[in-house]
């Protein structure tokens, strides 16, 4: 029998979009695309960013430290992020244009103040699982679609992750925007593409 696929929208929230703490740009231009898309899927699960006003991602916890400068975690580098998706704030919430009845799943990531989790399968020690992969193969989803923000962050590391545990992944680049820090959306598509991953448009 063959796999079921699965849509994963990856943290479509206000403050990822137009007037967001941590705009990407277009950030917005990917709603209309991924709700029309939502009908294909049997499942559909949405991430959801959803960090403490503490958490160790913010420059604002780093005394001297700057927006998008570079530290050290233990588990490795970690940009820092201007303070975003603060659980419970609006800017945390789905964008109101974004569909979520179609959801099966939302699933919080981020949750923890010590580590960072852009892939919605692992926190960014890549070890800590979120569960998401139990309840995928546990519903006998063999491949997922990957689609929202950012393309160079969550989405990637996420579609990074899903190829290294066996998935079948498609990403569709045009369901999604990059924040593309130094170039990091050229580096991460490289990534994407020798891990296996499906780039359609
Ligand atoms: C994201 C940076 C920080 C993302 C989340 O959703 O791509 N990027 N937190
Ligand atoms: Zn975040």
New binding site residues.
């Given amino acids: 029998m063959q796999g079921q696929n699965a849509l994963i929208v990856?943290?479509v929230?206000n403050d990822?979009c137009s007037g967001g703490a941590?705009a990407?740009p277009d950030g917005d231009g990917v709603i209309g695309r991924i709700n029309g898309l939502m009908e294909d899927f049997g499942t559909v699960i949405l991430?959801q960013?959803w960090?403490p006003a503490t958490h160790r991602?913010f420059a604002s916890q780093h005394p001297g430290a700057a927006a998008y400068d570079l530290t050290e975690m233990p588990y490795g580098p970690q940009?820092l992020?201007p303070d975003?998706?603060v659980q419970g704030t609006p800017g945390a919430a789905f964008h109101p244009d974004l569909r979520t009845d179609p959801a099966h799943l939302i699933l919080r990531k981020?949750f923890r103040a010590g580590i960072?989790s852009?892939s919605a399968f692992f926190e960014n020690d890549r070890t800590t699982p979120t569960g998401l992969e139990g309840y995928l193969r546990s519903r006998g989803i063999t491949g997922v679609t990957l689609v929202?923000?950012?393309?160079?962050?969550?989405?990637a590391?996420s579609a990074l992750d899903a190829a290294r545990l066996g998935f079948d992944v498609r990403v569709l680049e045009g369901a999604c925007r990059a924040?593309d820090l130094d170039g990091s959306a050229a580096a991460q598509r490289a990534a994407m593409q020798n891990a296996g991953v499906l780039l359609e448009a």
Avoid: N, P
């Fill in positions: 990856i943290d929230q990822f941590l990407v991430t960013d960090h991602s940009v992020w975003h998706c981020g960072d852009y929202g923000l950012a393309f160079d962050f969550c989405v590391y924040i």
